[in-house]
């Protein structure tokens, strides 16, 4: 390929409304351009790039066995009533109507889709196991698309579901998927680590997410100093704090706190730390409102409020008025003492004692507050994040470390969610109807693109791991409209390399040194060839590895096998 038939859009100026250094790039190498938010079109160069990622993800999908189809992208809403998804999966769904008034969604997964398509093409026991895959784009109507492909609302997912008889052969298939991500990461050289995670709105009992460690990843992860540890923070238990809260020695007082919002404006007036205030939230629940109590500087874990009994999923927050009508008194002055509406209180609430708290009254606050004293202890759950430096809940020794990550995979055991409210049963060894045990495991395919230029990029561009690059290696002629040598030395290095199965770009643009490097660099092509007169005098070219920096000069005779060992091919 040649950059004057290729379009090679590069830029220079970082654009403005990119935050994460990936969607830069991705951005000035000319690989995506957006059309609306968390909506891009991929250009040539990044196109190349994700069919790469692709590639590799379906050989070793089709090496573990899974086959692949192809499900619509368009859904029937009825498919959704019947597992119930309709009104639990909220705003994300992109819901719409054709010109029968009918209604659909695009599909943002497709256990729907698939447990319908299987219950009809699975009859015996015989059949199974099966895990069938697609790779698709989804449609997520994100509440806040951002980082490029990292967060966008169309996206380009793997997406495979396993059928079994029995749980034994739905974790059998959970096994071989874990081990196959592990490959497919590990190929597509990224770096992950497989943590627990909750199975979300998605469903199931156990389900690990692939992330790859990056400070501008979305998710924090917590890990043990002490054993193996590892899982979303939204997934991890707390520890301790169900003990019998301490007696107080402070008496009830009545605060003025004029004009404060949250919860910190509170403490910094009254010269207390956060932890000895409790911040009441107000949630919509299925009878009603909800409070839901948390230490001044712990934080909700929305998936764990979902769980509780009286709260509605998803979470949403109560209204002004409703809050107003409840409390007398705005979202600021919310306080559970005197508070009609049914409590649920973090067990970290209930080990306070001489705690601060919204007076339900404008511009009031309480201090001296102790249970048992000045109010009915309340129900205890867990309801936050865990932060750092917490016990570890699994082998109780260790403190929990925070770090982020970047989901690139996620797989589930979904057991009988979608077969049971679907009916996808099939008959078993003794000729009963037993219900199909399901698995489904799901990989970012455009997100794992970010995710790598994320994990390996430098000052002048992007380095991309040999499996994803654009192209293997690329010719920088100097001077190649000047000299009739070095335009024919180049013509034949393109034929033999090509021939020789590399996949090569040659920069034929009529540019000045300079800014053909910075662009094969800004690209990440990891190797380069510089062919000039003066090196041809020596009868060599120049080669640049562009990961380690280094440079050689390689004899024309000896390019072809010097460079299959360098590329790898
Ligand atoms: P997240 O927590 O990041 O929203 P999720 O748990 O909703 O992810 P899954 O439903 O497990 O995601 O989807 C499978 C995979 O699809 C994820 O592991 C992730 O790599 C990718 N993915 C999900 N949402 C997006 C998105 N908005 N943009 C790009 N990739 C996404
Ligand atoms: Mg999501």
């Not at 000047?482 to 020789?500: D, F, G, I, N, P």
Request: with cysteine; hydrophobic share 40%; charged share 25%.
């Amino acid at each position: 390929m040649r950059t004057s038939q290729f379009l090679l859009a590069t830029v220079k100026e970082t654009p403005s409304d990119a935050e994460i250094i990936s969607h830069q790039l991705m951005i000035r190498a000319g690989m995506i351009r957006k059309l609306a938010a968390g909506i891009y079109s991929w250009l040539p160069l990044g196109l190349r790039v994700l069919r790469k990622a692709e590639s590799v993800v379906r050989e070793e999908m089709d090496r573990s066995g899974a086959q692949e189809v192809l499900m619509p992208s368009i859904q029937p809403a009825e498919l959704w009533q019947e597992s119930g998804r309709w009104e639990d999966y909220g705003p994300e769904l992109l819901r719409f109507t054709d010109r029968h008034e009918r209604e659909f969604c695009y599909g943002p997964t497709h256990e729907e889709v698939i447990t319908t398509l299987m219950r009809n093409e699975i009859q015996s026991y015989r059949q199974l196991p099966a895990n069938f895959y697609q790779i698709q784009w989804k449609f997520r109507d994100e509440i806040r698309p951002r980082f490029g492909v990292m967060r966008g609302r169309e996206f380009l997912m793997k997406d495979a579901y396993s059928f079994d008889i029995d749980p034994e052969g739905m974790q059998k298939i959970y096994q071989v998927m874990h081990q196959t991500y592990h490959r497919i990461f590990t190929r597509l050289g990224l770096e992950t680590r497989a943590v627990t995670a909750d199975s979300g709105t998605i469903g199931g009992s156990h389900s690990h997410e692939f992330h790859v460690l990056a400070d501008s990843g979305e998710d924090p992860i917590a890990l043990c100093s002490n054993c193996d540890y590892t899982a979303n923070v939204e997934a991890v238990p707390t520890v301790g704090g169900e003990g019998a809260p301490p007696e107080g020695e402070n008496p009830l007082t009545k605060v003025h706190t004029p004009g404060v919002k949250t919860i910190d404006d509170v403490c910094g007036q009254l010269k207390l730390p956060a932890g000895s205030a409790i911040k009441t939230l107000v949630v919509n629940g299925i009878d009603g409102p909800v409070a839901l109590l948390l230490r001044g500087d712990h934080d909700l874990n929305t998936i764990k409020a979902e769980k509780m009994e009286l709260v509605s999923a998803p979470l949403t927050f109560a209204d002004l008025k409703t809050i107003h009508s409840i409390a007398g008194a705005g979202a600021g002055s919310v306080g559970p003492l005197g508070l009609s509406i049914p409590i649920i209180a973090d067990h970290a609430v209930l080990s306070l004692a001489d705690f601060v708290c919204g007076a339900n009254e404008e511009a009031f606050h309480l201090t001296g507050v102790n249970w048992g004293r000045d109010l009915p202890q309340p129900k205890g759950a867990d309801l936050r994040n865990v932060i750092e430096g917490e016990l570890c809940p699994e082998c109780r020794e260790g403190k929990l470390q925070i770090r982020r990550g970047i989901e690139v995979g996620h797989i589930f055991q979904l057991g009988t969610k979608y077969s049971e409210s679907m009916e996808a049963t099939c008959l078993n060894d003794e000729g009963k109807i037993t219900t199909l045990w399901m698995g489904c495991y799901g990989i970012g395919v455009s997100r794992i693109v970010a995710a790598a230029i994320e994990q390996s990029h430098d000052e002048n561009g992007i380095i991309w791991p040999a499996p994803l690059a654009p192209f293997d290696l690329s010719i920088v002629p100097i001077g190649i409209n000047k000299s009739k040598k070095v335009a024919q030395v180049v013509s034949r290095l393109e034929k033999e390399l090509t021939a020789a199965g590399f996949d090569l770009l040659v920069d034929d643009r009529n540019e000045r040194p300079g800014v053909m490097f910075a662009d094969m660099d800004l690209i990440g092509i990891p190797h380069r060839l510089v062919v000039g007169e003066r090196s041809l005098e020596r009868g060599c070219v120049e080669y640049r590895n562009r990961r380690t920096g280094e440079s050689e000069d390689i004899p024309t005779g000896e390019l072809i096998s010097e460079l299959k060992i360098k590329v790898g091919h």
